[in-house]
């Protein structure tokens, strides 16, 4: 058995990258849906039918646990999947599987909290020092998931939530770099002159950003704290996995890279992320 890992396209692969150093051991199949990227500018019932047909997919090639490792399919997906389609799913296939995303470990990682913590909301209102900003595909910042469970944990932090249209595409499609970084550039300034100042911390909250994590951090405040999703993602799937021994991981330590658009070489900026190019098989 293995563990699945889903993403529109590459960006998942900054989250498999932190599994994979986690549990070196267990087996992975990544999953990159090109022939459908990018999510972030789709409807949400599409967002939602291609997520539900990449986990058959996964599950279908021997994975017990999927991780939506892309924020756009988990915000908008997962809790309709989880609740309306696996329990019928997990009859059909007649063994224990799950879905899993990455928001869970990402606000836990910002709030600092366990996710079953909840604010005492009938507390006295507390100024918001602490300024937050997301950096996120518009699907995502639709959603307003961050704003909402944050809010719902911590009633002394900010979310400023960011938009960026076109920048999972640009990644996606190896733009060079001088573009990648007059995109980020505009939307930090942005982001800033919407809160008045720069953020105190900021999440990249599209694993696709994580891939140029350093531009973000070049047009940022020198030291600003960035919430890297790949290794509260990592952290919490171990615990997960510890907990409930009915999720198999696999113990061949193999890494399958699939693809439903075009097999081959993944583009450059991938290759020198990850160290050596990434040859991926068609789905
Ligand atoms: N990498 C994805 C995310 O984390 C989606 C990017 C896209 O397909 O628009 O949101």
Not at 108 to 123: F, K, Q, S, V
Not at 134 to 147: D, G, L
Request: hydrophobic share 40%; charged share 25%.
């Amino acid at each position: 058995m293995a563990i699945g890992v889903f993403d529109s396209g590459i960006g998942g692969l900054s989250v498999h990258h932190a599994l994979v150093a986690r549990l070196p051991t267990a087996d992975f199949v990544y999953l990159a849906d090109q022939a459908n990227t990018p999510y972030g500018g789709r409807p949400g019932e599409e967002i939602v039918d291609l997520t539900r047909a990449g986990c058959e997919r996964l599950f279908d090639a021997g994975c017990d646990l999927v991780i939506l490792a892309c924020n756009t399919a988990a915000s908008v997906a997962l809790r309709r999947l989880q609740q309306t389609w696996l329990p019928g799913y997990r009859r059909v296939l007649g063994r224990p599987v799950n879905v899993l995303g990455i928001i869970v470990p990402t606000i836990e990682a910002a709030t600092g909290l366990p996710w079953e913590h909840e604010a005492d909301l009938r507390g006295d209102k507390v100024e918001k020092l602490d300024v937050l900003g997301i950096f996120s595909t518009p699907a995502t910042t639709r959603s307003r998931v961050y704003e909402i469970e944050i809010d719902k944990r911590r009633q002394d932090v900010a979310v400023f939530s960011e938009a960026c249209p076109d920048l999972a595409r640009l990644i996606e499609t190896d733009a060079p770099e001088a573009e990648l970084r007059a995109a980020v550039t505009a939307h930090v300034s942005a982001l800033s002159r919407r809160i008045g100042r720069a953020p105190d911390r900021a999440i990249l909250g599209c694993t696709h950003y994580e891939i140029i994590a350093g531009l973000f951090r070049d047009a940022l405040p020198p030291g600003t704290p960035l919430i890297h999703q790949p290794a509260a993602t990592a952290d919490a799937i171990a615990l997960y996995l510890e907990r409930h021994r009915e999720y198999r991981p696999g113990e061949g330590g193999g890494r399958r890279f699939v693809t439903t658009g075009a097999p081959g070489a993944q583009n450059g900026l991938v290759a020198r992320f990850w160290g050596e190019p990434l040859v991926f098989d068609a789905a």
